[in-house]
């Protein structure tokens, strides 16, 4: 039986290169000071629906709500194997937190149509919350699985997976449809096919014409580059929250009682140090004092 799969995948900074300048004064992730990259657990939530594409028949939508750069993840998705792909962009959905965020997904979802499974990464690693696939179910009003691990059986209207717990697995049975958290340590992500690369390489949306004409100027006009794309397929849909039929109030800032109250710089200082000789008697001498302080023993 094939199964009509979603992904929800994000765009984050790359929180290995935190500067000061992360934080805008408002409390929010500045992003434009931060490189961004695909967030890893939704890449093991993607790995996952592939799977059941390959097994079961069906496909994989996979989706992502932030700016025009955020379409560098769903190419990302395309070189993997996905079928097809949506943008949520607006500046209406900016400064959301968790509760508008799930929100806007949740309208988009709908906007599909009927989905068999909805997959998401545990967490994002900007946020670190686990609160939006949770609250995406809840607003879809539908079963979910947290944690999960691995799909022990997929059949007919239900399915049964295994969870990864603090301290042991659980498996548990649920009927579809259902959405899932996913965690690393549910498999490794398939890397990007190089024959889908050269097949995707000009999927876009039209947010990026202007960049996109500026490398290939060849297709001389923004109408000329469109068509191109319509041709073939490669031009990624970009949806609004119009688009998605989003009560305006529920999204970004507006719709988001989460607030920063105050953000805190800390700066680490090196304190008392202390330089010791590369030779055989500053090194006892070294062992002698860690001793005396019952450090070492």
């Avoid at 004064?25 to 592939?50: K, Q, S, Y």
């Avoid at 949806?239 to 989460?258: N, R």
Wanted: proline residues 6%; glycine residues 8%; aromatic residues 6%.
């Amino acid at each position: 039986m094939p199964y009509k799969s979603v992904v929800l995948v994000k765009q984050v900074p790359d929180t290995k290169n935190i500067t000061g300048e992360a934080m805008t004064p408002e409390g929010t992730i500045n992003r434009a000071a931060l490189p961004a990259v695909f967030n890893p657990e939704d890449l093991n939530a993607l790995e996952m629906a592939l799977e059941v594409r390959d097994r079961h028949g069906g496909e994989v939508t996979v989706i992502t709500m932030g700016p025009p750069g955020a379409a560098e993840v769903l190419r990302e998705s395309l070189f993997r194997g996905a079928d097809k792909v949506v943008l949520l962009s607006d500046r209406r959905f900016a400064g959301a937190d968790t509760l508008a965020t799930s929100y806007a997904l949740s309208c988009a979802i709908k906007k599909l149509g009927q989905v068999d499974l909805v997959f998401c990464g545990r967490q994002a690693i900007d946020g670190d919350t686990a609160q939006v696939g949770p609250q995406t179910a809840e607003k879809l009003d539908m079963p979910q699985i947290t944690y999960a691990e691995a799909i022990v059986k997929l059949e007919g209207g239900s399915i049964i997976a295994r969870r990864a717990l603090d301290h042991g697995t659980e498996i548990v049975k649920c009927s579809l449809p259902c959405l899932l958290t996913v965690v690393s340590s549910a498999n490794e992500p398939r890397p990007a096919s190089v024959r889908r690369r050269i097949e995707y390489k000009f999927a876009a949306t039209s947010l990026e014409y202007k960049s996109l004409l500026a490398r290939w100027p060849s297709f001389g006009t923004e109408e000329a580059l469109d068509a191109f794309l319509e041709q073939r397929a490669l031009k990624i849909p970009v949806w609004t929250a119009t688009d998605i039929g989003a009560e305006e109030q529920k999204l970004g800032l507006p719709g988001s009682p989460t607030q920063v109250y105050k953000v805190n710089f800390v700066v680490l200082e090196g304190s008392e140090s202390k330089v010791v000789d590369p030779t055989s008697d500053g090194i006892k001498a070294l062992i002698q004092e860690l001793m005396q302080e019952y450090i070492v023993g």
